[in-house]
Nanobody
Framework: HVQLVESGGGSVQAGGSLSLSCAARGYTQRSGCMGWFRKAPGEEREGVAWIYVGSTTRFVADSVQGRFTISRDSAAKTLTLAMNNLKPEDTGTYYC?????????????????WGAGTQVTVS
């Protein structure tokens, strides 16, 4: 049974930084994708960044390029999203996701597991 548990959300002023973490419990495969998605009130869920489980290949959305960094600690099975120079439009609920296949994508469909989400508020 795979469980994703996010932590690290909070409130910050514009220009500030936050770091989100996601612990992937019960996932033993050495392939697949992990990613971060977010959903603002009244908006669709959108992809922020993804990274391959088996390598350091990663991708971030244009809207956060240069500000957000996704990384993964293989030993700790922890996914991290470092967010710098935060803007009010970054406000939303951030979700960690995991996909069994290597078909990494910023599209929210096709991901097999989701965390409960953590709130990020930028004012």
């Amino acid at each position: 049974h795979v469980q994703l548990v996010e932590s690290g959300g909070g409130s910050v002023q514009a220009g500030g930084s936050l770091s989100l973490s996601c612990a992937a419990r019960g996932y033993t495969q050495r392939s697949g994708c992990m990613g971060w998605f977010r959903k603002a009130p009244g908006e669709e869920r959108e992809g922020v960044a993804w990274i391959y489980v088996g390598s350091t290949t990663r991708f971030v959305a244009d809207s956060v390029q240069g500000r957000f960094t996704i990384s993964r600690d293989s030993a700790a099975k922890t996914l991290t999203l470092a967010m710098n120079n935060l803007k009010p439009e970054d406000t939303g609920t951030y979700y960690c996701a995991l996909r069994n296949t290597n078909l990494c994508s910023l599209h929210p469909t096709g991901w097999d597991y989701w965390g409960a989400g953590t709130q990020v508020t930028v004012s």
